[in-house]
């Protein structure tokens, strides 16, 4: 005889992250959004090559606006998120854009912060020439 056995699953409850950390990475090429909590733990993630653009189109402004709107939509709705702070990488067009995008939505924008890298040590010099 086969018994049958049923498993009960506990309903998974669901997370609520009233603040958060919003990152921006912004290329040439590519603009790169990221929701995540106060610990850094991403929550949702967004990029303008996600939403569908190709190519040049990827690196302007408006591409960066779109991907900033899906993703930041996508953690009001899920995790309940109003107040960000903004970290801010790279030197594409889509910088400002992210931003903006954000006041559309309703979430509040405590603080700004440019995080991108600086060099400190310039490039490796090229070889000595043998003569």
């Not at 959004?33 to 303008?48: E, M, N, P």
């Not at 690196?59 to 109003?82: P, R």
């Not at 939505?105 to 043998?130: E, F, M, N, Q």
């Amino acid at each position: 005889m086969a018994e049958t056995t049923t498993t009960t699953r506990k309903k998974k409850t669901k997370r609520s992250v009233p603040t958060g950390q919003m990152h921006v990475l912004a290329t040439f090429n590519n603009t790169i959004v990221t929701f995540t909590d106060q610990h850094g733990g991403a929550l949702t993630s967004s990029s303008a090559g996600a939403c569908g653009f190709r190519g040049s189109k990827k690196g302007t402004a408006y591409a960066a606006q779109v991907a900033a709107e899906k993703a930041a939509q996508a953690a009001k709705q899920t995790y309940g998120l109003s107040k960000v702070d903004v970290f801010v990488k790279g030197v594409g067009l889509g910088r400002d854009a992210a931003m903006r995008a954000l006041y559309g939505l309703d979430i509040h924008v405590d603080s700004i912060k440019d995080v991108t890298g600086v060099p400190h040590g310039g490039v490796r010099p090229k070889k000595a020439r043998r003569i």
